[in-house]
Each structure stands twice: as structure tokens, then as C-alpha cells.
T-cell receptor
């Protein structure tokens, strides 16, 4: 069984600063994928970034980067130069197999608040 | 990237009634997924919808309560049947072969 753990229920950051949201995972699969999503108060799930278990380079997408440490089974999201619009709930998720499409296991989420 | 359209975006329903949620993908996908997000909680997978076969339900979810249709490779519906206030949640559909994309969600309130 797969498990995702997000230990930070809430995080605060000052505008323009960087913030790291923690995510650890547990799986016995050799091939898996890790995702981060942003959920604003409207409820939609916005895809941010993806990291495959065999990817040697850490994934980056604009201001988002994923700090992937396979031996530690961690996949932390780093948001650089925080903006007020980054205030939202952030979910880490895992897909067990490459062929599983969007069959994901989610963590409990971290509520990020960006202060002006 | 896949664009997923979901409707309705929100609804308020009377207990005992049923609501059907529609999900349309802008490209053909083999599998579509339905999730539930109860208030203040994370997402939980309800079922996997495959075209041409019955949906596969996760533990704790049954077809009588959450019937799913998948008539083609771009469309699926989820029905929430005989609703009670405990069914008040956000329901989301998802698709994607590699990356996983979501519809905008249906915020359901049962009164």
C-alpha cells in the first residue's frame, strides 16, 4: 500500500520569500510518480509539478521545484518568490505505477498563507 | 495537457434525491477517475471508470450508491444516489495517461 505524509498542516511565508512544503512517501514499488497540486478556495485541483521515480534531475516548473530525495523517500515542493496568489491548500500525491493514469494517493495537505 | 470540463460546478440538493455529475475530457483517455473530498479533508478515490466495462470501486464505495457510466473515451458520469448530508463534498473527476489532470470539481451540499 502507498502512503503520503504531509506533516505541516499550515505554513506561513512572507511575500517574495521562498517556502518549502514537506512530503514523505512510502511504497514498495520501484516505479512510481510523485505530484504536487494546488487547491485554492474555489476547489479546483491545479497540477503543479511531476517527478518520476527514475528521473535523475529534480523537476522544475517556473517558480516550483521538487526536491526529490529517493533514499529518504521525500519529495518536498519549493516555491520561490512567493506571491499572494500562492495562498492555497497544497497536496502531495503519488501514483504507484506508470500505467495507473491518475489513480493517486493523496496526503492530507498543507495550507499555505502568504503574508504581504 | 488534458482539459477536463465538469458540471455542475455546485449544487444544493434535498436529502433522498440523486445528482448526476458529468465529466468531459478534450482527448481520448483509457481511464477516468472519480474522487471525493469531504469538508476539510484530502481526496479519496471512489472508482476507476473504464470504457466498455464496469467501473472498479475502492473499498467503502459501492455501485448502488455511486453508479458510474463511461459510454466513450471522452466522457463519464458519476451519480450520487439517495443523498444524505454526509454526502456533502467536492466531487472531482480526473484523467491523464502520464500527468494527472482534474476537472474543476462539483461542490455538493445536501440539505
Amino acid at each position: 500500500a502507498q502512503k503520503i505524509t504531509q506533516t505541516q498542516p499550515g505554513m506561513f511565508v512572507q511575500e517574495k520569500e521562498a517556502v518549502t512544503l514537506d512530503c514523505t512517501y512510502d511504497t514498495s514499488d520501484q516505479s512510481y510518480g510523485l505530484f504536487w497540486y494546488k487547491q485554492p478556495s474555489s476547489g479546483e485541483m491545479i497540477f503543479l509539478i511531476y517527478q518520476g521515480s527514475y528521473d535523475e534531475q529534480n523537476a522544475t516548473e517556473g517558480r516550483y521545484s521538487l526536491n526529490f530525495q529517493k533514499a529518504r523517500k521525500s519529495a518536498n515542493l519549493v516555491i520561490s518568490a512567493s506571491q499572494l496568489g500562492d495562498s492555497a491548500m497544497y497536496f502531495c500525491a503519488m501514483r504507484a505505477k506508470e500505467t495507473s493514469g491518475s489513480r493517486l494517493t493523496f496526503g492530507e495537505g498543507t495550507q499555505l498563507t502568504v503574508n504581504p | 495537457s488534458a482539459v477536463i470540463s465538469q458540471k455542475p460546478s455546485r449544487d444544493i440538493c434535498q436529502r433522498g434525491t440523486s445528482l448526476t455529475i458529468q465529466c468531459q475530457v478534450d482527448s481520448q483517455v483509457t481511464m477516468m477517475f472519480w474522487y471525493r473530498q469531504q469538508p476539510g479533508q484530502s481526496l479519496t478515490l471512489i472508482a476507476t471508470a473504464n470504457q466498455g466495462s464496469e467501473a472498479t470501486y475502492e473499498s467503502g464505495f459501492v455501485i448502488d450508491k455511486f453508479p458510474i457510466s463511461r459510454p466513450n473515451l471522452t466522457f463519464s458520469t458519476l451519480t450520487v444516489s439517495n443523498m444524505s448530508p454526509e454526502d456533502s463534498s467536492i466531487y472531482l473527476c480526473s484523467a491523464g495517461t502520464f500527468e494527472a489532470f482534474f476537472g474543476q470539481g462539483t461542490r455538493l451540499t445536501v440539505v
